[in-house]
């Protein structure tokens, strides 16, 4: 059952659809997830960005869902914070830690496989990068706060964090980056993405045999070094 958005507004601002939450959980409730996030939680051992995932895994080869992975309950400490404006529980839901100066670089969620997109914010602040060709807009991931990508701003715009230890606020002051997580949650997409955006849409891509276009020059490229390595090596004498 679709949840009333009485909290839940669209921000004045291009890219449109982005739709913002303030407090989706309060700072009380923020530190006790942040408490389980540090001493609870099994986190994968390297540096930089690092990620937990719940529901179907996601998948960084192919950017859905790994079949190879079954599926993982959602546990009790993130269960009240599935949003419930959908008419279903989210199908993959990412928790990913950000230390100090990490970020993560300009992308869009993939069409084909997700549709809906929200994005829960913990601990420090960051800013986020929207582009779309020479249009550039930050905006800033105030902690607790939900957003919602929709419409323009999930299929026609990418979104980034940039690698980089503080962010300039409009006023001019410098802020220094602290520790961050985040909860993404995504949804399977029923049907195929027609947004029709060929450098964005890999549905559109696909449509259009941009992919296989694009694997061809792969294949091609690595063909041809390893020819070029082959004639390099010197011939086989013969005693």
């Keep these: 059952m679709e949840k009333a958005r ?13 739709i913002w939450e303030d407090d989706f959980v309060d700072a009380e409730h923020e530190q006790r997830l942040i408490s389980i996030f540090l001493k609870e939680l099994k986190w994968p051992d390297r540096p930089g960005r690092i990620s937990l995932h719940y529901g179907y895994t996601f998948d960084y080869k192919t950017f859905g869902i790994d079949p190879e992975i079954p599926y993982k309950e959602f546990p009790e400490w993130l269960q009240p914070l599935i949003p ?4 279903r529980p989210p199908d993959q839901v990412c928790l990913q830690y950000y230390p100090p100066g990490a970020g993560i ?12 997109l929200y994005a829960l914010s913990l601990g420090a602040p960051a800013m986020m990068l929207f582009r ?61 993405c027609e ?14 045999g ?30």
């Design 105 to 116: 670089p300009p992308h869009v969620d993939a069409h084909k496989p997700y549709d809906q």
């Design 132 to 192: 779309r060709g020479e249009q550039r807009l930050e905006v800033d991931l105030t902690p607790r706060s939900m957003m919602q990508m929709s419409g323009d701003s999930r299929l026609h715009w990418t979104h980034g964090i940039k690698k980089r230890k503080t962010d300039t606020l409009p006023d001019g002051t410098i802020r220094p980056r602290e520790n961050r997580w985040s909860i993404t949650y995504r949804w399977l997409r029923e049907g195929e």
């Design 195 to 208: 947004c029709g955006n060929l450098e964005l849409c890999d549905t559109a891509q696909r449509r259009n």
């Design 6 to 18: 009485s909290n839940f507004k669209e921000l004045p601002i291009e890219p449109h659809g982005i």
């Design 210 to 239: 941009v992919e296989k276009e694009k694997r061809s020059v792969k294949e091609l490229a690595e063909k041809a070094a390893a020819e070029k390595v082959n004639t390099e090596q010197p011939a086989a004498t013969v005693a």
């Design 84 to 87: 419930t404006t959908e008419d």
